[in-house]
């Protein structure tokens, strides 16, 4: 059955579907049929119709059917024909509507209205993605691609892009691996739920850390999978009080949300761990590319690739529309979590998967990286010296690397103040959004604080964002500064 296709910008009809139906001939079934879908607004003036000869064949009718039913139309006012234009539907202030149909008005949905300043934690600033070198890389990926690319895809993904990645994640992360051991998927939510939605793969209860992500928990809780909170200092995770569990979520490079790596003491202890309970170390490389105060912190995963699984995307270095992520596996993890992506892949577009995999080889991605970490830095000290100079009583925390800062309020505080930054216009997010539901308050207290992404607005906006942020801080308590996190 032939369907219409229009053109956005020329409204050209390559195919119309008409059914030709009801007494007469076959000249006035058709007739009827065009006026109908023109009355009805099936056929938007200037839709631009198909050629009598090609129409006729696809009727299965006379040409000089369709060429007298196409005449009679524009006689009545319903077509028009122009000379190297083709026939149209003739342009009407609105479709006309069979009798006896009144006009039900069509009311637009209300737009939401969004804050005027976003600070939210985790997204870049969209302004920023590199779109001449990344259109270099698409079209140097298209031009050389093999024909096969446009068949179904790899579950495991491109080896172009395993192969890029494995030297990357090398040379940049201190990652172990090769490119057999790498599948490609559309991100990290992607891949817990690969991880845990099959039980081939992985099993729960797991460890996670007392404050992350809702999202990741409520994912893993639709997939059976209970999750235990641990406790967080000023040294990271608690790995220590890892127990009955076989699987632990860490993000160590840059713990989400409080800030800072996971002290090396812990990450040899959380891989020792993993070896004594054949367990599985879960890394979520969050924001790893970004540091600003600190030496460089390598992946956990290349203290031991056989009890590490590593996960990471472009979601924070790029762009999370691009929906491009992967993990690195223990040999005995690739073809169970292959059997649970399936025998094709149905995620991650192959053609941004060989755009991608040149980005990384001609050095694109090496150089966006690089700039951003300056942009994302002096970000970062702005939002520093914007406290300093008007909230000096509100510490600042997490910023040696990542895109967001923990800003620690007075005790008490956090909710009025994410209230007032509502008011102000800007979105943001209270630390409390973050903590595990089931975390002790023995072992891991409270602490009141907001959560504040100095990535996503443009640097145009970053100024008056501050402005609106430090407006909506509470006022120095009498009893002095609030205590550091942890």
């Known amino acids: 059955m032939a369907k219409s296709w229009v053109n956005s910008a020329e409204r050209i ?7 030709l139906t009801g007494p007469g001939s076959r000249r006035t079934a058709l007739g009827d049929a065009l006026r109908e879908a023109v009355r009805s607004g099936r056929l938007a003036p200037g839709t631009r119709l198909p050629p009598y000869r090609s129409l006729a064949a696809d009727l299965g009718v006379a040409r000089n059917t369709v060429a007298d039913a196409y005449a009679e139309l524009v006689a009545e006012g319903w077509l028009t024909a122009r000379q190297g234009s083709g026939t149209r539907v003739a342009e009407r202030t ?4 069979a009798a006896g149909h009144a006009r039900v008005p069509r009311k637009s949905p209300p737009r939401a209205r969004g804050p005027r300043h976003d600070l939210r934690q985790g997204t870049p600033d969209r302004s920023t993605f590199p779109r001449a070198a990344w259109l270099a890389s698409y079209r140097r990926a298209l031009q050389q691609a093999p024909d096969e690319v446009f068949g179904p895809g790899d579950p495991a993904g491109r080896v172009e892009l395993r192969e890029a990645l494995a030297e990357y994640l090398a040379r940049a992360r201190g990652v172990r691996t090769e490119p057999g051991r790498i599948v490609i998927c559309s991100g990290f939510a992607h891949a817990l739920r690969l991880l845990f939605q099959s039980a081939q793969v992985l099993k729960g209860p797991l460890a996670v850390e007392a404050y992350g992500l809702p999202f990741h928990r409520e994912l893993l809780a639709g997939a059976g999978v209970r999750t235990v909170p641990l406790p967080l200092d000023e040294q990271g995770a608690d790995v220590g009080r890892l127990t009955r569990e076989r699987a632990v979520l860490l993000t160590p490079a840059h713990q ?21 309970r054949d367990g599985v170390v879960l890394e979520d490389d969050y924001d790893g590319e970004f540091r600003y105060d600190r030496k460089p912190v390598g992946a956990v995963q290349g203290l ?4 590490v699984i590593y996960l990471g995307s472009v979601s924070k270095s790029l762009s999370p529309a691009l929906r491009l992520g992967w993990m690195v596996l ?3 993890y690739v073809d169970r979590v292959l059997a649970a992506k399936g025998e094709r892949e149905a995620w991650a577009s192959v053609l941004d998967q060989l755009a991608l995999a040149d980005f990384l080889v001609s050095g694109a991605y090496d150089r966006h990286v690089r700039r951003m970490r300056q942009r994302y830095r002096s970000r970062r000290d702005r939002l520093v010296a914007a406290l300093a100079a008007h909230a000096p009583h509100v510490g600042v925390s997490g910023i040696a690397a990542g895109l967001h800062a923990v800003l620690r309020l007075p005790p008490g505080t956090e909710r009025s103040a994410v209230k007032a930054a509502v008011w102000q216009g800007v979105a943001l997010d209270g630390l409390a959004e973050f903590r595990h539901p089931e975390a002790s308050a023995a072992d891991m207290p409270a602490r009141d604080g907001l959560v504040v992404g100095y990535a996503t607005p443009s640097e145009a906006a970053y100024g008056a964002a501050l402005e609106a942020l430090c407006a909506s801080l509470p006022p120095d308590p009498a009893a002095g500064a609030p205590p550091a996190f942890g």
């Open 330 to 332: 223990p040999e005995r």
């Open 94 to 97: 609105e479709p006309l509507r």
């Open 256 to 276: 989400f949300p409080t800030g800072g790596p996971l002290h090396a003491e812990r990450r040899a202890a959380a891989v020792d761990w993993a070896r004594a």
């Open 13 to 19: 009809g390559t195919d119309l579907h008409l059914e």
């Open 304 to 307: 031991d690739p056989e009890r």
